[in-house]
């Protein structure tokens, strides 16, 4: 009986002291990665906060990431001291995961778009853009969907998957555009005349670049008219107003110079009995 009380104490004794021992090397490994995870997370913080191109909600997302995966890996650590087999645990959390990751995935598909358009910037908030077949004004970018507001003041919410999957046309991105205002004249007008009232009514609107020159040519050759193209660069905050003021400008100067602007025109001709044209028939 002695030696099995002695046996049990000894037993109890190791063993206790061998928890101890593990329970305290646990508190050091929380510890220390808690703090690392903290540490991690403010470097990565402080490290993208220096470059422009990184948006500051991409940057805590990411920062955020990285904390909670060195604190998950912490706890794996604390509990194979205690002789947890953390294999089965690490697959178990692994197939759960995965299962998470297939019935969430249009959600976490619009996240990774999310973070793409946050940090590569292919348009800002207050452009104008084209993205994923919706045109508007960019009013917010957020990690699942992008907000824009049509001209006619219709707000439209993008999921980031449609957007960052298809072409994207920044129509604000260069602060300058260049325009084509194009018009027909009539055939029997004189061309030469006409570009250069194209050209004085462009070069006396002030929101007109002086460089590069603007210029005007004869674009085609049409059924009715000759077509004539105006071509000169504004700045992009301009482009519809002035197309539109221009466009009325130049219709009311060549009505003043009487240069015509042609309707569609057909000649008919009338076959007269015996097969030969009538020239008094048209």
Same mark, same amino acid.
């Given at each position: ?88 645990? *690490? ?5 759960? !995961?995965?299962?998470?990751?297939? #019935?969430? /995935?249009?959600? %976490?598909?619009?996240?990774? +778009? ?66 084509? *205002? ?5 055939? !029997?007008?004189?061309?030469?005349? #006409?570009? /250069?009232?194209? %050209?004085?009514?462009?070069? +006396? ?78």
């Amino acid at each position: 009986m002695e030696e099995f009380l002695d046996k049990s104490y000894e037993f109890v004794t190791t063993n206790g002291l061998q928890l101890a021992i593990n329970a305290l090397a646990a508190i050091v490994i929380l510890v220390i990665g808690f703090r690392i995870a903290g540490w991690l997370r403010d470097l990565l913080l402080k490290l993208m906060g220096k470059t422009e191109r990184m948006d500051p909600a991409v940057a805590k997302f990411l920062a955020n990431l990285a904390k909670y995966l060195v604190i998950a890996f912490t706890i794996i650590m604390v509990l194979e001291q205690f002789g947890v087999e953390t294999t089965s645990l *690490i697959a178990v959390l692994g197939a759960a !995961g995965l299962a998470v990751g297939l #019935a969430l /995935q249009g959600t %976490l598909s619009n996240v990774a +778009a999310g973070v793409m358009i946050l940090m590569f910037r292919p348009f800002r908030i207050g452009q104008y853009v084209d993205a994923g077949g919706i045109a508007g004004s960019v009013k917010e970018i957020g990690l699942f969907t992008t907000e824009l507001d049509t001209p006619d003041n219709v707000r439209i919410t993008v999921p980031n998957s449609d957007i960052w999957g298809k072409a994207i046309t920044n129509y604000s991105f260069h602060g300058q555009r260049r325009l084509d *205002i194009s018009c027909g004249i009539g055939y !029997g007008d004189d061309i030469a005349k #006409a570009r /250069q009232v194209m %050209l004085d009514t462009a070069k +006396a609107d002030g929101r007109v670049l002086g460089d590069p020159q603007p210029t005007a040519f004869v674009d085609s050759l049409g059924d009715s008219s000759v077509n004539l193209t105006v071509r000169f660069w504004c700045a992009s905050a301009d482009y519809w107003q002035l197309k539109w003021d221009l466009t009325e400008a130049i219709k009311c100067a060549f009505d003043k110079e009487k240069i015509e602007i042609p309707f569609p025109q057909r000649v008919v001709t009338m076959i007269a009995p015996g097969g030969a044209p009538n020239p008094d028939q048209h």
